[in-house]
């Protein structure tokens, strides 16, 4: 059965950081690029990280470009996201999925993190 399972959300102040985490099962995950897309409260998703299977390449939007860190651990079957300096623009829920930026039909998604920055 394949299984990303994300964690890491939770309530947060402004200035304040998550690290957010997505354990992979079920599939062969250091074959795939990994995203982080994210969905705030009434709006559509928005994709805003990604990362080559190797783990060596990240790509970020620019809403997130300096503040966030995407990293991917093939030995711990692991896709992370530290974000630091958090907004409340970035409130949302996190998903990890496989693919790219531009990938548009996702193989895998996992279930979602609530962030939420607020003081």
């Known amino acids: 059965e394949v299984q990303l399972q994300a964690s890491g959300g939770g309530l947060v102040q402004p200035g304040g950081s998550l690290r957010l985490s997505c354990a992979a099962s079920?599939?062969?995950?250091?074959?795939?690029?990994m995203s982080w897309i994210r969905q705030a409260p009434g709006k559509g998703p928005e994709w805003i990280s990604s990362?080559?299977?190797?783990?060596?390449?990240?790509y970020y939007a620019e809403s997130v470009k300096g503040r966030f860190a995407i990293t991917k651990d093939n030995a711990k079957n692991t896709l992370y996201l530290q974000m630091n300096n958090l907004k409340p623009e970035d409130t949302a829920v996190y998903y990890c999925?496989?693919?790219?930026?531009?990938?548009?039909?996702?193989?895998?998604w996992g279930q979602g993190t609530l962030v939420t920055v607020s003081s």
């Open positions: 999925a496989t693919g790219g930026e531009t990938t548009v039909k996702r193989d895998y």
């Open positions: 079920g599939f062969t995950f250091g074959r795939y690029d």
């Open positions: 990362i080559t299977y190797g783990g060596t390449r990240p």
